[in-house]
């Protein structure tokens, strides 16, 4: 019921910019986080930013003062401004939800393709 679909992916040259999206429908209840995680090739997914169940906002070290996420609770909405990006921004990027139903589950979407080249 839960689903999540991205946005805004593409190419892109270093030092450039790009949004990405995150509309989320269904039922959307006792969100204790949400975020964005990326996926390089050959190697684990890893946080970039979330915020947490205080909503609060947390950032992998590597984005930081690069990247902001933020939402639009009207719309359903996640996103998250990537700028200055590096060619090792490179990978696929994920929205996840970690819900409570009846217990702390994870939600993610098919993911995006970011690609920093020149």
């Known amino acids: 019921q839960v689903q999540l679909v991205e946005s805004g992916g593409g190419l892109v040259q270093p030092g450039g910019s790009l949004r990405l999206s995150c509309a989320a429908s269904g039922s959307i209840y006792n969100i204790y986080a949400m975020g964005w995680y990326r996926q390089a090739p050959g190697k684990q997914r890893e946080l970039v930013a979330r915020f947490t169940n205080g909503g609060n906002t947390i950032y992998a070290d590597s984005v930081k003062d690069r990247f902001t996420i933020s939402r639009d609770n009207a719309k359903n909405t996640m996103y998250l401004q990537m700028n200055s990006l590096k060619p090792e921004d490179t990978a696929v990027y994920y929205c996840?939800?970690?819900?409570?139903?009846?217990?702390?589950?994870?939600?993610w979407g098919r993911g995006t393709q970011v690609t920093v080249s020149s």
């Open positions: 996840n939800f970690k819900l409570y139903i009846g217990a702390l589950r994870d939600y």
